[in-house]
């Protein structure tokens, strides 16, 4: 039998650190990475033959479960008409549709191959829209790899304890001011200072890459009143919450866009107050492409003519709006109806509920945190706002923790910092799977030493 060490040895010798994107290394939690062989619904495979109830779902495209029958059969069918073009085709059109009908603000959409890309391109955009360099991020959010994006990133750059990345130059780094999340006052000091110079805010529909941390009441709002008030656009990156909170993302749910899509969300877990706001422009990624490389930008179609060929901006792809990920994506949105929402809702809240349960009945002091079907666990007394207390939690509580629930047939993320994420695919067994494992994997927590 070929061993998960095996291959990870193998990898190594050839892939720095035998993996493709950092976090998959395993780093935090040390051990080794399994190597997955196949998925199916809820279930993930790896080398070894071991079968885990799946809580990444690849990070969270995986609205619908692993090989999803129509999305396999849309991305069959377009794979045997050709798998690339250089070329419009008429499945781009039709996804755009069904984004705009979904985030009606998005009036206009260009489609490009990953989130890095979509928030890259969203801020050249701001920049040659308002003709101002700065761009105001916070702490602890994470909106892809591009140079002036990884200052105080989360995901895999906060689970590898890094304040940023070596290889950008301070020429680009300081034209990113970072703020902590959460915090109005700094936000509007900043834009006392500065705000003639600001071209965008770019900020994550509910943080969700320093493990999950929604915004508090109001912030969103003021932070549209601040971009007014000095001519700078809001952008708004829901690369991981588009399509995965509600049927239109986080912004949809928050401002409760009525109706969205029928879906039943009162009394469900997560549920932000209301509030009414409309960002200038959307970053998607993730769902949007079922499984499939693809992210979009959307937004006032004002703005989004200013893309090249109608406008100065420059933005362009080989694999842009590729067939085979544009057939998943609309069929991964088609598949996602208020059934699936309301299941992903309710898995969500069984699953994080019984930990929380639990937690309580030892006595270990965590903070479950949800933005609508997105949770993840702070070992901390108080309730985490920023990414200075997301860092300030008992991290070290979470290795033994997350061995627990590996060792029991569970596979949840390999950080502190990420969501866990499931899918309309996960069924009572799955579901059943990880309740089980609750008990031993929060022994392990409380008993867990620094
Ligand atoms: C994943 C993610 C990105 C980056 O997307 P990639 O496809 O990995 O480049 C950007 N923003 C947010 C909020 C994300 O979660």
């Known amino acids: 039998m070929t061993t998960n060490a095996h291959l990870f040895a193998q990898a190594q010798a050839l892939i720095p650190g035998g993996v493709d994107s950092p976090v998959r290394a395993f780093g935090s939690v040390g051990g080794t990475p399994a190597f997955i062989e196949r998925g199916v ?5 790896d080398a070894e033959g071991t079968r885990r109830a799946d809580l990444v779902c690849s990070w969270g495209p995986l609205l619908l479960g692993h090989a999803e029958p129509r999305v396999l059969a849309a991305v069959t069918e377009a794979a ?22 979904r985030v009606p603000a998005a009036e206009k959409i ?30 602890g959010c994470y909106h892809g790899h591009s140079d002036g994006l990884l200052a105080e990133a989360g995901s895999g750059v906060a689970t590898g304890g890094l304040p940023a990345s070596a290889g950008v130059p301070e020429e680009i780094s300081g034209q990113t001011i970072v703020l902590p999340f959460n915090d109005t006052a700094a936000l509007e000091e900043c834009f006392a200072e500065r705000g003639e110079q600001i071209a965008a805010v770019i900020v994550e529909g509910a943080a969700a890459n320093m493990g999950v941390v929604p915004p508090v009441p109001g912030y969103c709002a003021a932070m549209r009143a601040l971009c007014d008030k000095h001519g700078a656009l809001m952008i708004m990156d829901e690369v991981l919450t588009g399509f995965r909170v509600s049927p239109s993302g986080w912004w949809g749910l928050h401002t409760r866009l009525a109706p969205v899509d029928g879906v039943a969300f009162e009394g469900a877990p997560g549920l932000p107050e209301v509030e009414e706001y409309v960002p200038d422009l959307f970053c998607f990624g993730k769902v949007i492409g ?54 992903v809702a309710r898995v969500a809240g069984e699953i994080s509920g019984a930990f929380e349960a639990e937690f309580a009945r030892v006595g270990l002091p965590v903070q479950v945190q949800r933005a609508g079907s997105l949770f993840s666990f702070f070992f901390s007394g108080s309730p985490v706002r920023t990414y200075a207390e997301a860092k300030a939690c008992e991290t070290f509580r979470y290795e033994p923790f997350f061995w627990a629930l590996f060792d029991a047939g569970a596979y949840p993320p390999p950080s502190v910092f990420e969501a866990w994420f499931v899918s309309a695919a996960h069924d009572a067994e799955a579901v059943g799977r990880v309740l089980d494992a609750v008990p031993a994997a929060v022994r392990a927590a409380a008993e867990a030493k620094a």
């Open 110 to 139: 260009r489609f490009v191959s990953t989130g890095t890309e979509a928030t890259m391109t969203a801020i050249r955009l701001a920049r040659g829209a308002t003709g101002r360099s700065l761009l105001v991020k916070f702490a």
């Open 290 to 343: 079922g499984g499939m490389p693809l992210a979009g930008l959307g937004g006032r179609a004002g703005i989004m003519d200013l893309l090249a060929p109608l406008g100065p901006v420059y933005q362009a792809g080989t694999l842009s709006g590729n067939p085979l990920s544009t057939a998943a994506g609309l069929a991964t949105l088609r598949g996602a109806d208020a059934a699936s929402y309301e299941r």
């Open 80 to 101: 045997a008409r050709g798998l690339s073009f250089g070329a419009p085709t008429a499945t781009e059109t039709r996804l755009a549709e069904e984004v705009r009908r």
């Open 41 to 45: 619904g809820p279930w993930i495979f």
